[in-house]
């Protein structure tokens, strides 16, 4: 039984599967088959698989694509827009499927245009993955020599156009309206929502937007089904996923694991556990706008609502490791800053909440806070939660902090005290700098 | 120490630039067919705009006003919607930059790993803050979002190239090979 759908392509060294090697391990079956088959079975089978958005929101992804309006009525036009914008801090899965194994992806999406009746397609890259973005054009264009991508394929009547979008930057175009403005040629800035993207998107047509590693779930979901695709989890989620580990561990990595690996199984198995001397203090289990878990969450299997309920987000499923030696305050101070910078500025709480969380947090790493500082972050947590701001980087952004409050709670109040970092870590409090 | 917001530096920039195409108004022919090229994947004009300005920084380095007014000219997009699309994205200069540009992650992996060690190393060599040019023209220095090589960290990208795992010791010898380059070349 095939148990790495993710990876089987993907080896040692860093090349690209090309069309031929990628088709003779059984590469554009499920496309094949998709093809021959009712888009609407198409879609009934992958809700039924129970595919969870991989991106980080964890909604099923064939119930996200029967919202797009069906039938003779409806639009014309289309779009699926594949999400390759990762940025969030601590994510290194996307790079990976991308650069390595290509024709998974465009695979995915041919299927999923199919499903929902779309001819032209777009994957929105961040402009800093190069190699990324040409191994992407090449295994286009191999896909249109072959005939599956390109106009007639497979003799019918569905003919598809992928194209590669290369951004410039900024985190906030990886969500997903940001992400339509942005591929329209704008300033990328949320939009409301209601209506959705898949109703109106780009161009304020149907759209679906998916993560890469969700598309890349596709192809062998159709191909080889949904009893299979379900027994690779071990628990409630269904399928398998890339879980990584980055931090002072022995071994940082991504490997495929079905759904349902316990944490504690990812960082002391996969990444070879702590350095040396060194003691994990908490974790990110899914990039930087995640709640911190501690250590008691270990044994938590990573699943989406099981990592819900202990008071976080799976996210990404990239896990960052925080050990006892590296600062708490000084990390969280990072992601603030990087949050406050990659703010688009749209929405107040957003725009001026986080350089004020940004400043609040400088003044307690450096030693100059106070205990009504520790009151004040709290209460500026709760002004950039979810209903305040268009989109969810505020919200995100508050994640990390509120969680760090909690957790780490002493070494915050140890930072007041003492007046200075207990850590003695390099200085922290680097001004944002502007883009030229 | 020079700010790249320091008018004297971007008159040595321009100067140092005007042996190649930087700052000439109009489009080169291998520009506009590029753009062309691009043109194709859209039924709209507008999206076009970021990816012109996307192409011909890679051919001047840097985006002048005069430079968005031939895009604007070329593309028929009004200056002011080309101009709020440049000034938004990150990637996209608006002050001319050195030819080599350090994009150091400074992101949450990175700086458990000691990325903040790293940056002091290239500011005291390099003697430039985040958002600097060294005199030499030929380094600039900007924090950049996670880059998504985070079980590499600490990591940089260095123009198109990855650089990973890094310590004192290579970033050292990185510049040094880009500074050996740069003297070979002014000196052929």
């Not at chain 1, 991989?54 to 099923?60: L, S």
């Not at chain 1, 994957?123 to 800093?128: D, L, N, S, T, V």
């Not at chain 1, 759904?259 to 316990?262: A, D, E, I």
């Not at chain 2, 005007?18 to 000439?24: C, R, V």
């Given at each position: 039984m095939l148990t790495n759908p993710l990876t089987?392509?993907?080896?040692?060294?860093n090349v690209a599967a090309d069309i031929n090697r990628y088709m003779d391990n059984d590469g554009y079956r499920g496309w094949r088959k998709a093809h021959s088959m009712a888009p609407d079975d198409i879609i009934e089978l992958v809700k039924d698989g129970g595919l969870r958005g991989?991106?980080?929101?964890?909604?099923?992804t064939g119930l996200k694509w029967s919202f797009v309006p069906r039938g003779?009525?409806?639009?014309k036009q289309k779009y699926v827009i594949c999400?390759?914008?990762?940025?969030?801090?601590?994510?290194?899965?996307d790079r990976l499927l991308m650069e390595r194994d290509p024709h998974l992806l465009i695979e995915g999406m041919a299927i999923t245009a199919y499903a929902i009746g779309a001819s032209q397609a777009y994957?929105?890259?961040?402009?800093?993955y190069h190699l990324a973005a040409s191994r992407l054009e090449q295994a286009i264009v191999e896909a249109k020599q072959q005939k599956m991508?390109?106009?007639?394929?497979?003799?019918?009547?569905f003919s598809l156009d992928i194209y590669v979008h290369r951004s410039a930057g900024?985190?906030?175009?990886?969500?997903e309206t940001a992400l339509l403005n942005a591929l329209e040629g704008k300033r990328a800035i949320p939009r409301a929502k209601p209506p959705f993207p898949q109703v109106?998107?780009?161009?304020g047509k149907p759209t679906v937007v998916n993560n890469v590693e969700t598309l890349c779930n596709i192809p062998h979901l159709v191909n080889l089904g949904v009893e299979w695709y379900k027994n690779?989890?071990?628990?409630e989620d269904a399928g398998s996923k890339i879980f990584g580990v980055s931090g002072k561990v022995k071994n940082p990595g991504a490997w495929e694991l079905p759904?349902?690996?316990?944490i504690r199984e990812i960082i002391e198995k996969h990444a070879g556990?702590?350095?040396?001397?060194l003691q994990l203090k908490?974790?990110?289990?899914?990039?930087?706008s995640t709640d911190f878990l501690s250590?008691?969450?270990?044994?938590?299997?990573?699943?989406y609502d099981v990592i819900g309920k202990a008071g976080s987000r799976m996210g990404t499923g990239t896990i960052t490791v925080l050990d006892d030696k590296t600062c708490p305050v000084g990390l969280v101070l990072n992601l603030t800053q990087f949050f406050a910078r990659e703010?688009?500025?749209?929405c107040t709480p957003c725009r001026d909440g986080l350089p004020w969380a940004v400043k609040i947090l400088e003044r307690i790493e450096s030693g100059n806070g106070s205990t009504e500082d520790l009151e004040l972050l709290k209460e500026q947590c709760e002004r950039i939660a979810?209903?305040?701001?268009?989109?969810a980087l505020a919200p995100g952004a508050a994640e990390p902090i509120q969680s760090a409050l909690v957790l780490f709670e002493q070494d915050f109040i140890n930072h007041v005290t003492m007046?200075?970092?207990?850590?003695?870590?390099?200085?922290?409090?680097t001004p944002l700098t502007k883009h030229p | 120490m020079s700010s790249l917001l320091e008018p004297e530096l971007i008159e040595v920039m321009e100067h140092s630039n005007?042996?190649?195409?930087?700052?000439?108004a109009a489009l080169s022919a291998q520009e506009k067919e590029e753009i062309d090229q691009e043109a194709?994947?859209?039924?709209?004009?507008?999206?076009v705009g970021l990816e012109a300005l996307r192409i011909v920084q890679k051919h001047r380095g840097w985006i002048s006003d005069e430079t968005i007014q031939a895009i604007s000219d070329y593309l028929d997009i009004p200056v002011a919607e080309l101009e709020s699309v440049a000034t938004y994205f990150?990637?996209?200069?608006?002050q001319p930059v050195g030819k080599e540009v350090i994009y150091l992650c400074k992101s949450s992996s990175c700086w458990i790993m000691g990325c903040d060690h790293l940056q002091k190393t290239i500011s005291d060599r390099?003697?430039?803050?985040?958002g600097e040019t060294s005199e030499d023209g030929i380094f600039t220095l900007l924090e950049t979002p996670c880059l998504g090589d985070c079980d590499k960290a600490p990591v940089l990208m260095l123009g198109e190239e990855m650089h990973r795992n890094l310590d004192e010791n290579s970033i050292n010898a990185l510049i040094d090979k880009k500074k050996k380059y740069y003297a070979d070349k002014s000196s052929d």
């Open positions: 089987k392509n993907i080896g040692q060294d991989r991106g980080g929101a964890g909604f099923n003779e009525d409806s639009p999400n390759a914008d990762e940025m969030e801090p601590g994510a290194f899965k994957i929105f890259i961040r402009g800093e991508l390109g106009t007639n394929i497979f003799d019918s009547s900024n985190y906030i175009c990886g969500e109106s998107g780009l161009w690779l989890g071990l628990g759904m349902g690996t316990p556990g702590m350095k040396d001397g908490g974790l990110l289990p899914g990039g930087g250590t008691d969450h270990l044994d938590l299997p990573m699943d703010s688009c500025g749209w979810p209903g305040h701001t268009f989109c007046g200075a970092c207990p850590y003695h870590s390099i200085s922290t409090t | 005007s042996d190649s195409e930087d700052n000439q194709t994947h859209y039924q709209q004009r507008f999206p990150q990637l996209i200069f608006r390099l003697m430039i803050k985040p």
